[in-house]
């Protein structure tokens, strides 16, 4: 079976076709730029072979629908489609960031299933109604084909109340559900997966700490396979220091602001979330640009760049303690999978917890899962490429077979 996977952002949509029968990659994509005056659509066949082929076009794009509609011609073209039709496309796989405690595993999208969604558009504003988006524009597109709605949230819902209860009024619980949720989920549950096999163990016997390292930052406990405790909270705001978010944070510096500024509660909500984080802090949000300004003796953006290890070494030291054993420390997404500079850093002074790097072994590039621990280290570095389309289409098949 092909599934096509959709990831619907508020302006943009990522796609994927994936055949199931082997997890081969047809083509994937990212149409860019919806509702503005000029649109552009990336479209690769084949992406990451030695038979790649990039289409880019730009036209406008007045809404989802009409991107997609694109994408469908492109996907399903005479002379350079993958497939021959549209029907060839057996399911859809939606990422959907927040399912709440309703919805804790993947399922079929029905209309209670989008009510759910769209009942959380108040906590995740940029990201549920996009997605929902998403939805609605495969269920235009291709009617009669199963939709299955993969959460971000879902694999965080193995957490005990100790770990997503807030110490605010339990009212506050009870009537709105103020809770820790947990995000980039798709990725921890793959890279979970991915690291048991690696080590030879079942998933359920495996203890880890994963690290989702990219523009926004993650981390989860896993205990078992299943999720103990995660960094980010009710919204994917709280936890490490992010490009722009600013993560963990003493709450009174909110009404400090608005009394001191004069700042709204919207304006603080900004600042917090695109404002901060490294780019708060040096003015740069692409670790890569931090680093080549740290050769050069930039003093801000070495500060940011200690500031974002040190958090996660304190999350490593937490989440070591409230699990007891740990098999592997994980790293994946973009820094994690590609900043050795930053592995070795957070590595660094770990060895009473049994963490050691190998510098060379850190040094080397893969798009393999790799240990590069040092023989004597007890506990496993693994950096693990992670692959949330390939988790959305396993999961959206899961639920088809039932």
Not at 8 to 16: I, P, R, T, V, W
Not at 86 to 100: L, P, T, Y
Not at 227 to 232: G, K, L, N, S
């Amino acid at each position: 079976m092909n599934v096509l996977v959709i990831n619907a952002g508020s302006s943009s949509c990522k796609y994927q076709l994936i055949n199931m029968e082997n997890e081969v990659v047809l083509c994937a994509g990212l149409v860019e730029r919806i509702g503005e005056d000029m649109g552009k659509l990336a479209h690769k066949i084949a992406p990451d072979t030695d038979k790649e082929e990039k289409i880019v076009l730009e036209q406008p794009f007045a809404n989802h629908v009409e991107g997609m509609k694109k994408v469908v011609e492109l996907i399903t073209d005479a002379d350079k489609g993958v497939v021959k039709d549209k029907s060839e496309i057996g399911a859809i796989g939606h990422r959907v960031v927040m399912g709440g405690e309703e919805i804790t595993k993947s399922v079929k999208v029905d209309a209670k299933v989008k009510e759910i969604i769209d009942g959380y558009k108040a906590l995740c504003p940029l990201h549920n109604p996009a997605n929902l988006a998403g939805i609605e524009v495969a269920e235009e597109l291709f009617p009669g084909t199963p939709s299955v709605a993969v959460f971000d949230t879902e694999f965080h819902q193995t957490m005990p109340s100790r770990a997503y209860m807030y110490p605010l009024p339990l009212n506050l619980y009870e009537d709105l559900k103020v809770r820790r949720y947990g995000f980039h989920g798709t990725s921890h549950r793959y890279v979970t997966k991915k690291a048991a096999e690696f080590l030879g163990k079942p998933v359920d016997e495996v203890n880890l700490v994963t690290c989702h390292l990219g523009n926004g930052c993650s981390m989860a406990a896993v205990k078992n396979g299943k999720c103990i405790d995660t960094t980010m909270g009710i919204t994917p705001l709280e936890g490490l220091m992010m490009g722009t978010r600013c993560g963990d944070i003493d709450p009174a510096i909110v009404p400090f602001l608005v009394e001191a500024k004069g700042m709204t509660a919207a304006e603080v909500d900004t600042l917090m979330n695109k404002q901060s984080g490294l780019k708060g802090i040096c003015g740069m949000n692409d670790m890569r640009d931090i680093h080549a300004a740290v050769e050069k003796g930039d003093e801000k953006a070495k500060m940011a760049l200690d500031m974002f290890v040190y958090r996660i070494k304190k999350y490593i030291g937490s989440f070591y303690a409230a699990l007891g054993r740990v098999d592997a420390v994980i790293f994946t997404a973009g820094i994690g999978e590609n900043d050795d500079i930053v592995r070795a850093e957070v590595c660094s002074e770990m060895e009473v917890l049994g963490i050691t790097i190998d510098l060379e072994k850190n040094a080397v590039r893969s798009g393999e899962p790799r240990n590069i621990a040092k023989a004597e280290g007890s506990v496993a570095v693994l950096v693990v490429p992670t692959n949330e389309e390939l988790e959305i289409a396993q999961a959206t098949m899961e639920v088809l077979k039932g």
